[in-house]
T-cell receptor, first 111, second 116 residues
């Protein structure tokens, strides 16, 4: 079946550092790919998405590019802020419209 | 516009007790979902309802039942709670725009359940 693998956290960075959170997937067909963010005490919010190979999703300074050849969708941000501290989930959606999530990566940004 | 709401926020149960988690959405979405979130495992789908009057099993349905009461409400019931059901439960809803629009799921704030 489909699966999503994320780097284990926590990832601890200083403010203004560069962020990369790795995500790779296994799926049949051509899934859509997503990054969700969960702030403390809240539900998941869609951060960005990409629906086909080479698409780049972007939002709030975060970016991720759908790489079919490496089955990856790594999340990047050039300069993180304390307010970016959260748990980040990579996910794919199959042809049946069901989401499969990775295990989540906790990001902690220190001033 | 409240989005997706869940009650209660937190609950403690003893093994064998029953309870119902409530979920409601005010976005007129057709599809609704129940997930559980466990450390290091992301979210796993328990049940979903593609439209009013239909429900289907997800990845981990054992020990749960659901009811799609109307278009707005989708409840999750634990008939006899077990410690393995200690988790955070999230409800979500979604719609698919017409044509080739992408479907997006919107999540509630979660219910934290502890079974002793």
């Amino acid at each position: 079946g489909d699966s999503v693998t994320q780097m284990e956290g926590p990832v601890t960075l200083s403010e203004e550092a560069f962020l990369t959170i790795n995500c790779t997937y296994t799926a049949t067909g051509y899934p859509s790919l997503f990054w969700y963010v969960q702030y403390p005490g809240e539900g998941l919010q869609l951060l960005l998405k990409a629906t086909k190979a080479d698409d780049k999703g972007s939002n709030k300074g975060f970016e991720a590019t759908y790489r079919k050849e490496t089955t990856s969708f790594h999340l990047e941000k050039g300069s993180v802020q304390v307010s970016d501290s959260a748990v980040y989930f990579c996910a794919l959606r199959d042809a049946g419209n069901m989401l499969t999530f990775g295990g989540g990566t906790r990001l902690m940004v220190k001033p | 516009n409240a989005g997706v709401t869940q009650t209660p926020k937190f609950q403690v149960l003893k093994t064998g007790q029953s309870m119902t988690l409530q979920c409601a959405q005010d976005m007129n979405h057709n599809s609704m979902y129940w997930y559980r979130q466990d450390p290091g495992m992301g979210l796993r789908l328990i049940y979903y309802s593609a439209s009013e009057g239909t429900t289907d099993k997800g990845e981990v349905p054992n020990g749960y039942n659901v009811s799609r009461l109307n278009k707005r409400e989708f409840s999750l019931r634990l008939e006899s709670a077990a410690p393995s059901q200690t988790s955070v439960y999230f409800c979500a809803s979604s719609y698919k725009p017409g044509g080739t629009g992408e479907e997006t799921q919107y999540f509630g704030p979660g219910t934290r359940l502890l079974v002793l």
